[in-house]
């Protein structure tokens, strides 16, 4: 369920919702005594979250805007698969591990709209920010790996000046200003293999764009 509202006279933008999803039979990947595996359709799940987000004018020149989001999706079916050399249950998946999604969101903009040299120009910054998942996860999982960590909380700002030149819109942008280089992922062809494959965000970029209107 949502809801949208306008307040100052339009000036002030809002909307809210909140959820409540339920899957069934979600596709779950299941590890053979082979050393082989098999996609089946046995999980269970549920997501429960919010999201708001506004947009508020402060003036003609300037508009700011805000969301922030918060997710709690979770398996809700403990799936076995046999039972371990150790005697311990060998588990596919287990009741509470999260679906991987970042359980809070947020981001911020900002439009300052200008003149400079006679000419219509313009200022945008974007900033988006994603949290880390400390929920415990089962080593009983076939899935689990003590080697590769949990996705950490990112952050990331962009900047963005422009100027209009006849029919050219010329800007100025930074990507990544802060320089952020967060291991956002590591992966490795299999458990206990030393050789590991490490992903993280396109370090900081600054150019100059052109877009010609006609």
Not at 107 to 119: G, S, V
Request: aromatic share 10%.
């Amino acid at each position: 369920m949502g809801a949208k509202n306008q307040f100052l006279g339009g000036r002030l933008q809002t909307e809210a919702s909140a959820y409540h999803i339920t899957w069934q039979n979600i596709q779950t990947q299941v590890d053979l005594t082979c050393g082989s595996t098999v996609n089946l359709n046995l999980g269970q799940a549920v997501s429960n979250g919010f999201d708001l987000a506004g947009r508020y004018r402060v003036s003609d020149a300037l508009t700011v805007g805000w969301s922030t989001g918060y997710d709690d999706a979770h398996y809700t079916k403990t799936v076995a698969t046999g039972v371990q050399p150790s005697g311990a249950p060998a588990l596919a998946i287990r009741a509470g591990d999260p679906l991987g999604q970042t359980p809070w969101t947020a981001t911020l903009t900002a439009d300052y709209r200008f003149t400079a040299l006679r000419r219509n120009a313009f200022f945008h910054l974007d900033y988006q920010y994603s949290s880390h998942d400390s929920t415990p996860l089962d080593p009983n999982v076939a899935s689990y790996d003590p080697d590769i960590p949990r996705e950490p909380a990112t952050s990331n700002l962009n900047l963005r000046l422009g100027i209009d030149i006849h029919q050219v819109e010329w800007a100025l942008f930074a990507t990544n200003v802060t320089g952020e280089q967060p291991e956002i992922a590591r992966q490795h062809v299999a458990l206990g293999d030393p050789l590991y494959t490490g992903i993280t965000v396109r370090p900081r970029t600054v150019g100059l764009q052109a877009n010609f209107r006609y």
